[in-house]
């Protein structure tokens, strides 16, 4: 059974950094364009960042542009989310996804898609 797995989430104080990892099992991550998505309690889940199979291209939302960076490793087959001066508003689960059609942060593109469980992040002084 193909799955992604996240790692790196916890409790980190406003202001610090925290790095979440995505890795895979069944796929070949290296081969697919990876997208990082969060979900708050009480809201819906919401694409923040994209990265292309190469690299070479990344998307970011606006609430998490110059703040998170998305990289990737294809020798290692994984996928990196480093986040930097979170915030409160930061807090939710994570989720990294693979599709190989999807371009963008929307959803719907996702639907398709392998899916990790989550990883909790937990912004909070």
């Known amino acids: 059974q193909s799955q992604l797995v996240e790692s790196g989430g916890g409790l980190v104080q406003p202001g610090g950094s925290l790095r979440l990892s995505c890795a895979a099992s069944?796929?070949?991550?290296?081969?697919?364009?990876v997208g990082w998505f969060r979900q708050a309690p009480g809201k819906e889940r919401e694409g923040i960042s994209w990265?292309?199979?190469?690299?070479?291209?990344?998307i970011y939302a606006d609430s998490v542009k110059g703040r998170f960076t998305i990289s990737r490793d294809n020798a290692k087959k994984t996928v990196s989310l480093q986040m930097n001066n979170v915030k409160p508003e930061d807090t939710a689960v994570y989720y990294c996804?693979?599709?190989?059609?999807?371009?963008?942060?929307?959803?719907?593109?996702?639907?398709?898609?392998?899916w990790g469980q989550g990883t909790q992040v937990t912004v909070s002084s």
């Open positions: 996804a693979a599709d190989s059609l999807a371009e963008s942060l929307s959803l719907e593109d996702w639907a398709s898609g392998y």
């Open positions: 069944g796929i070949s991550l290296d081969y697919y364009p």
């Open positions: 990265i292309s199979v190469t690299g070479g291209n990344t």
